[in-house]
């Protein structure tokens, strides 16, 4: 768990040192990569209630660019190029940024 956390604030400052426009993927699992299989307009959101089928959440992403409907593209356009199926969780992390879990169903 801390080391989670560690990964969240790390992603965040560099997404933010980056400038906007931009989205950042931290993996939860060291050395694990997919392969994508779903297009930005095909990833599923969550938002309160997680999906009733089986999934694994792969990692993290961050997005910064100014306002939430931009940001959500980014972030679905980043889940799906690292193999993602869904986000879940949006939450504003302030200083025009948002992060989410990347899901991926079994």
Known sequence: MIMKNYLKVLSSISVLASGCASAQFSTSK???LYAPRRTPEQI???QTQGPKKKYEEIGIVYACCGHTDAMVELMKKKAAECGGDAIYSLQ?????SMNAS?????
């Open 44 to 46: 599923e959101i969550y």
């Open 92 to 96: 504003d992390t302030g200083a025009h």
């Open 30 to 32: 060291v050395g694990s």
């Open 102 to 106: 990347v899901l991926r169903f079994e």
